[in-house]
């Protein structure tokens, strides 16, 4: 098993494109979620999947699009990067609704907006 | 609502002992899960406790006291490694997994 993956690694963007970061798992894990953390902070949620189907927005979902067509995939929109949306991203999955289960994090994109 | 309190930073020697507290206020608790993440590299689960009292893994345990709304992770015979940020992280009935804003532990020879 991968676990969870996330592509790219790095990236650079300029204010206003848009972009989307990939993230896959291949446990079968219903429950998916982005963190976005910031220099010397902890991990805030951004979006959120119980399942195949069904997203919804966590504590900072503004500027952020997310959807979940297969279990295995949850990418995350950026509509138009803005400086503040510099920080590192987290992909998380886990078996079910991320109560009791652990969460397994792939290993981050680091992402510049200029 | 939601909140969560950790110390900032802590910092012990090796061998030693070390807690680190955590209080939530979280609507529909379920339980409160701990976990470790090194300077560049992505947070791994240490534990999770789901009924009051203790959990022990290894040279780690964790506690909770649901009347208290507190919880505490336990590190023993500290080493080198053991240098990371620390979070608690309080599930609830949301799905949502809401983390604190971590505690740096440094642990000196």
């Known amino acids: 098993n991968a676990g969870v993956t996330q592509t790219p690694k790095f990236q650079v963007l300029k204010t206003g494109q848009s972009m989307t970061l990939q993230c896959a798992q291949d446990?079968?894990?219903?429950?998916m979620s982005w963190y976005r953390q910031d220099p010397g902070m902890g991990l805030r949620l951004i979006h959120y999947?119980?399942?195949?189907?069904?997203?919804d927005q966590g504590e900072v979902p503004n500027g952020y699009n997310v959807s979940r067509s297969t279990t295995e995939d949850f990418p995350l929109r950026l509509l138009s990067a803005a400086p503040s949306q510099t920080s590192v991203y987290f992909c998380?999955?886990?078996?079910?609704?991320?109560?009791?289960?652990?969460?397994?994090f792939g290993p981050g994109t680091r992402l510049t907006v200029l | 609502g939601q909140s969560l309190e950790q110390p900032s930073e802590v910092t012990a020697v090796e061998g030693a002992i070390v807690q680190i507290n955590c209080t939530y206020q979280?609507?529909?608790?379920?339980?409160l899960s701990w976990y470790q993440q090194h300077d560049g590299g992505a947070p791994t689960f240490l534990s999770y406790?789901?009924?009051?009292g203790l959990e022990e893994t290894g040279r780690f345990s964790s506690f909770l006291s649901r009347s208290d709304s507190y919880g505490y992770l336990l590190l023993q015979e500290l080493q080198m490694k053991d240098s990371a940020s620390y979070f608690c992280?309080?599930?609830?009935?949301?799905?949502?997994?809401?983390f604190g804003q971590g505690t740096t532990l440094q642990v000196k020879p």
């Open positions: 998380a999955s886990s078996k079910a609704s991320g109560s009791i289960d652990e969460q397994f």
């Open positions: 446990m079968n894990h219903e429950y």
């Open positions: 999947s119980v399942g195949a189907g069904i997203t």
């Open positions: 979280t609507s529909g608790f379920y339980g």
């Open positions: 406790n789901g009924l009051d």
């Open positions: 992280a309080p599930t609830s009935n949301t799905g949502k997994l809401i």
